[in-house]
């Protein structure tokens, strides 16, 4: 019995970090696919991003050892990007003013000696926190797991079957019975005395998923709100919200992104002043554009017409 119980509180665990794991990939790959970076390779772009989101940071280098004044063209390799590790020398501000970069591959054109902020090395953030995108979804996403595992749960109280309790005497009796119920026929007849010896057991466990749903359809919702993605129509029907509400929630996918946005373009602002390469950055979905395809036309009552 302890072997069983142990493997039922396992599968449990697997259940439920598999459920994190498939939110976790969702989220990640709609913040992969925010922005529209260039004078960057897609190698480079997708490691700033997934920086950004395990780590919050990133910094960005020459590379060293490499003849640049042979008229070589290095391409976007101009710059190398890596993590970094600050150094205890801070300014007034405390801010550190010495950074080391990371040569997770042990590479060697990646610099192994403290370098100047702002002058050698320039670093990136994506949050004026400086914290990971991750760490800005966490607790709502462990939120949403828990309440995949309570709708998990209320299935299978739902599955209790019915209980048909019955004496050997009517036995045979009771089972043209339940075959008549699971032949959905209109009409069944039976003796009043079998029907007075029978009798039924049910759960009684009551019907919420319909509720725990719009529950975890509004966590969603409100992830995606987080990490600036549309998502009115989801939870409630667009058709259901007034304008205020459709503007307002608008405004917060707007000011999500709007600060993702200001913090990466500050990061590569400062690359083009300290290196001279430029690099763009724009959202690949614009918040316009999210608003004009999910917009509908209302009236002054804010009722879909």
């Given at each position: ?18 459920f994190e ?18 004078n960057l390779n897609?190698?480079q ?12 940071t ?8 490499i ?7 290095l ?16 300014n ?20 192994q ?8 090395i ?18 709502k ?6 309440l995949e595992m ?30 008549g ?7 069944i ?21 319909d509720?725990?749903e ?28 007034i304008v205020?509400?459709?503007q ?11 600060d993702f946005?200001d ?21 690949k979905?614009?918040?316009?554009e999210?608003?004009?395809d ?11 017409e």
């Amino acid at each position: 019995m302890k072997v069983k119980k142990q493997q039922t509180r396992a599968n449990t665990q697997k259940v439920r970090d598999l459920f994190e794991f498939h939110y976790n990939q969702i989220f990640f790959n709609k913040w992969m696919n925010k922005f529209e970076i260039g004078n960057l390779n897609y190698q480079q772009i997708e490691y700033i991003m997934k920086k950004f989101w395990k780590d919050g940071t990133i910094a960005c280098s020459r590379p060293v050892g490499i003849p640049n004044n042979l008229g070589i063209d290095l391409g976007e390799d101009v710059v190398i990007f890596t993590p970094y590790a600050p150094q205890n020398v801070f300014n007034i501000y405390d801010y550190p003013t010495q950074a080391m970069p990371i040569n997770t591959r042990g590479v060697k054109f990646i610099s192994q000696k403290a370098l100047n902020i702002d002058k050698d090395i320039v670093i990136g953030f994506c949050q004026k926190n400086h914290k990971s995108i991750y760490s800005l979804i966490e607790c709502k996403l462990k939120e949403l797991v828990d309440l995949e595992m309570t709708i998990r749960m209320n299935i299978k109280t739902q599955k209790i079957p019915f209980v048909a309790v019955t004496s050997p005497e009517n036995k045979e009796a009771m089972e043209d019975l339940m075959e008549g119920i699971e032949n959905d026929e209109p009409i069944i007849f039976t003796t009043l005395e079998e029907s007075e010896k029978a009798k039924a057991l049910v759960s009684g466990v009551p019907y919420t998923i319909d509720k725990l749903e719009q529950m975890r359809q509004k966590v969603e919702d409100d992830i995606n709100t987080i990490l600036g993605c549309s998502n009115v129509g989801i939870a409630e029907k667009k058709e259901h919200l007034i304008v205020d509400e459709v503007q307002a929630n608008d405004q917060a996918i707007q000011s999500s992104n709007d600060d993702f946005l200001d913090m990466v373009q500050e990061f590569f602002g400062r690359i083009e002043k300290v290196f001279g390469y430029k690099v763009t950055i724009s959202l690949k979905h614009d918040a316009q554009e999210m608003e004009n395809d999910t917009q509908m036309e209302y009236n002054e009552d804010g009722e879909e017409e």
